[in-house]
């Protein structure tokens, strides 16, 4: 179920109701088992079997971790785990991409085969929670953490609803020892964590769904060809619709987990401040990009071992973050955009590594970082390649004949919440919104809650599902 | 249980956040290491005193909102949606499969009154119209669902049949896929909500309600288009009838009527007209294979064109004159079919906004076109 339905508000609170019932610590974390279960299978009941797959392959892939005696055991029982997820999420999520080019190769070669079509549903999120388990395993691999000693605390780990489908993408070594104690929110935890769920939503319901998506839609999804203010304009709605859909859901989950006494780590941190590449990677998504780093950039070698090697680890890096995200190339050629950027980025800062901005030359190095990402989106967003070069096009302003597309509500929309995300993430860019709540008066905060939840309720939403759960 | 979270000294975070001017370290500051713990924590302040002042004022803020559309005539109602329509879509795989359906657009679910069709008829049809859509991908469907063998009324509004144009096709897919999450959110809101709040419908939505105030300059080459407002009210078996106010509000219908105007006439955008014959043969042809289908197994197929008016039915004429699209249709069906204008008794109303009838009109034609199918086409078993 997603976080921005009826079913989900009514499920919650029965969750929360026995959550807060005077039983031991063990039958409440049945119970957030159970309901995590259930949670997954309101979409598609059979699915939960893959969830079960993985956390038991998981489970017994790091008990043998430990007990083998030869490292090629160890590699052996690593190597089960990884095949496991990986092959799951191959099959499901690459299996049609994959045969589609297999197909279009054998024909390139004069070869006619036409594969049986196939009808793969992609469970949601098998994306998160295999990388979920695989840190699980890859932790107790590279000896950072010894394995659970509870299969039930590991299984709620795997399981726990609020990261389950969409992250954060959580390290066994966060979670698992929150499950060792009994958790209960303080009435403070439960009240900003419910705060912090409404300002999630506001994210996605109102900034998201209803105002963003339908402008980058009428560009992107439409058969007109843009000229440059649709283009840009559809880009940049595009660039604040993902931002807030995303970490709209990383927010809620955090409240969710809040209130029932448990903490999530950041997954944002206002990305659309950054300064350069590497910033822009250490504010977005980031407990993806700090697991490809560990677990794929890291053992690629890094840049331990020359900078060819880490020219190398890093295009490899984004290259596979950007097929995570989806199975077709504009996915991949996104991720090679950024891994060309962070290399760029290296050399300029091997170069000129002494160099330390003034203010306003930060500014501009940040406007062009956003103006660099937004290049990148418009490869995430289209669907195919034809439609990626016609929207670049239109933002170069080279399109001919064009008409306009948009109509001035939805360009000043965009021009104030875009804008909007903009200043605001400036203003946060060395802050966090805890220690901003912290400085405000009372009632500025009961009133921009209630702003807020009243414009969740009166956007009505239509319960689309979050961005990322495709991937 | 041991798990390692202090890999990274506490000098290296520090050196981590001064390097990005980050206010709080997450795993990005912690490059390969377990991850330890995350700390959250609560700003200090009046939590509780925060969330009454936020409770009172969003009760406040609701219940000003609500207020303001209820003065608007606005009374709850159920919403229109693949949900709904889902539900009536299901009754024929539950045992109703030799009922008597109906598919077609807004004429049709606004003008077929169900509960006067069932007074006359014993019983009460399923109605999965769905306005600004062609029945055409319903009718595809039912034809491949062998549940199905009663009888089916398919309503003719010859700019959507015969154009394919499809404002709600998705419902289909919505009824095949609809998870278990999305039926228990539809239950709950046809429980909790829909009989209760006048505000929750699609057209009181806070984006559809700001895009549509008069103060948003207008772009050159780009006016501000009117998109269609409420026309219907929907009970939960989606028994529908055209809102009263279209009829009693003289200023409603004017702007009913002046956004039905926009697309009436002639524009250098309508696509050119081999385009739109090619596109209406292709319409036909897929309903003379989904109807063949239906009649093989049985099913009584009924084509009904209802009325439409004023420039309306000259757009109507103008787009797809009778000879071109309706005459053809029944000749390569086979199927019979009730064209409003060749009865009497189905003529002479006088639709508020040239293309739905009023509820009282819509209760008169319901009951004359019921005589008529029963009168010439389905004629009751003869009693043994």
């Known amino acids: ?471 | 249980m041991d798990m390692r979270r202090h890999d990274v000294s506490p000098e290296d975070q520090v050196r981590y956040l001064r390097r990005g001017d980050y206010a709080r370290v997450t795993a990005a500051d912690r490059p390969g290491v377990a991850q330890p713990v995350p700390e959250r924590d609560v700003p200090a302040q009046p939590w509780g005193r925060i969330m009454l002042g936020a409770a009172i004022l969003f009760a406040l803020l609701l219940g000003t909102w609500e207020w303001h559309w209820r003065a608007f005539d606005v009374r709850p109602a159920y919403r229109n949606d693949s949900g709904l329509w889902a539900i009536q879509r299901r009754r024929i795989d539950a045992g109703e499969g030799n009922a008597t359906v109906v598919i077609g657009s807004s004429r049709s679910f606004f003008d077929l009154q169900l509960d006067v069709w069932q007074k006359l008829d014993g019983e009460r049809p399923i109605q999965l119209a769905f306005e600004g859509t062609t029945p055409l991908p319903f009718l595809e469907d039912l034809a491949a669902d062998p549940n199905f063998t009663g009888r089916l009324i398919v309503g003719v509004a010859p700019q959507l049949f015969f154009s394919g144009f499809g404002f709600h096709k998705d419902a289909i897919a919505f009824y095949h896929k609809e998870s278990p999450s999305q039926r228990v959110g539809q239950c709950l809101s046809m429980h909790l909500i829909e009989p209760f709040w006048a505000f929750d419908d699609d057209d009181y939505a806070l984006a559809t309600v700001l895009q549509r105030q008069p103060w948003w300059p207008e772009r050159p080459g780009k006016p501000n288009s009117l998109h269609v407002r409420r026309l219907s009210e929907s009970g939960p078996d989606r028994a529908t009838h055209l809102w009263s106010k279209v009829a009693d509000d003289p200023q409603y219908q004017a702007l009913a009527r002046s956004i039905w105007s926009q697309h009436l006439k002639p524009s250098p955008d309508d696509p050119p007209p081999d385009k739109v014959a090619k596109t209406r043969d292709e319409q036909i042809d897929r309903v003379v294979k989904a109807v063949a289908t239906l009649r093989a197994r049985g099913v009584k197929v009924l084509f009904v064109r209802p009325p439409s008016a004023g420039p309306y039915l000259a757009s109507d004429d103008r787009e797809f004159p009778r000879a071109q699209a309706w005459d053809v249709l029944l000749a390569k069906t086979g199927a019979p079919g009730i064209y409003f204008s060749d009865y009497p008794e189905l003529s002479g109303f006088d639709p508020p906004e040239w293309s739905h009838l009023k509820l009282a009109d819509a209760r008169k034609f319901t009951a004359a076109l019921h005589a008529i199918v029963v009168r010439d086409f389905w004629k009751p078993d003869p009693p043994k």
């Open chain 1, 1 to 471: 179920m997603v976080f921005n339905s009826l079913t989900f508000a009514a499920f919650f609170a029965l969750v929360l109701v026995v959550h807060n019932l005077p039983l031991p610590w063990t039958w409440r974390k049945v119970n957030l088992l159970l309901a995590s279960y259930l949670f997954y299978s309101a979409w598609n009941p059979p699915f939960v079997i893959l969830l079960w797959i993985s956390t038991v392959v998981d489970w017994y892939a790091a008990q043998g971790l430990v007990k083998a005696r030869r490292e090629s055991a160890r590699h052996a029982w690593m190597l089960l785990s990884v095949i496991a997820n990986l092959g799951m999420l191959g099959y499901f999520k690459y299996g049609t991409f994959l045969l589609d080019n297999f197909a279009a190769l054998l024909h390139a070669a004069g070869i006619a085969y036409q594969p049986v079509p196939s009808d793969i549903v992609l469970p949601v999120g098998i994306s998160f929670y295999t990388f979920a388990t695989l840190s699980y395993t890859l932790d107790v691999y590279l000896r950072r953490a010894l394995p659970a000693e509870n299969f039930l605390d590991y299984a709620l780990f795997v399981t726990f609803f609020p990261h389950l489908v969409a992250g954060p993408i959580m390290r066994p070594t966060e979670l698992v020892p929150q499950f060792e104690q009994p958790r209960r929110a303080s009435a403070d935890q439960l009240r900003f964590g419910l705060a912090l769920m409404t300002l999630g939503l506001f994210n996605k319901v109102v900034l998201a769904d209803s105002f963003l998506a339908p402008v980058a839609e009428h560009v992107y999804d439409a058969q007109a060809i843009p000229g440059a203010l649709d283009a840009w304009a559809a880009t940049l709605a595009f660039s604040g619709q993902i931002f807030c859909d995303f970490a709209g859901y990383s927010t809620t989950a955090i409240g969710a987990a809040l209130c029932l006494g448990f903490a999530m780590p950041d997954n944002f941190r206002f990305p659309y401040a950054a300064v350069g590449f590497s910033d822009f990677w250490r504010r977005w998504h980031i407990t993806l990009s700090s697991w490809l780093r560990d677990y794929l950039y890291i053992p690629l070698g890094g840049n331990r071992h020359g900078p060819h090697r880490t020219y190398f680890a890093l295009m490899g890096t984004m290259l596979l973050g950007g097929l995570w995200h989806g199975a077709n190339w504009t996915f991949v050629v996104w991720g090679g955009l950024h891994g060309a950027y962070l290399a760029a980025e290296r050399v300029l800062r091997s170069r000129f590594g002494h160099y330390r901005p003034g203010p306003l030359t930060l500014l501009a190095l940040g406007l062009l970082t956003w103006v660099l990402v937004n290049v990148t989106w418009v490869f995430f967003r289209a669907k195919t390649f034809d439609k990626a070069w016609i929207v670049l096009r239109g933002m170069a302003g080279t399109n001919v004949d064009t008409k306009p597309i948009l109509e001035s509500f939805y360009l000043i929309s965009v021009a104030v919440i875009v804008g909007g995300i903009l200043l605001a993430h400036w203003f946060m860019r060395a802050r966090t919104l805890e220690g901003v709540v912290a400085r405000a008066h009372p009632a500025a905060i009961s009133a921009v809650w209630a702003l807020l939840a009243f414009a969740i309720v009166a956007a009505q939403g239509s319960g689309a599902a979050f961005i990322y759960f495709q991937f």
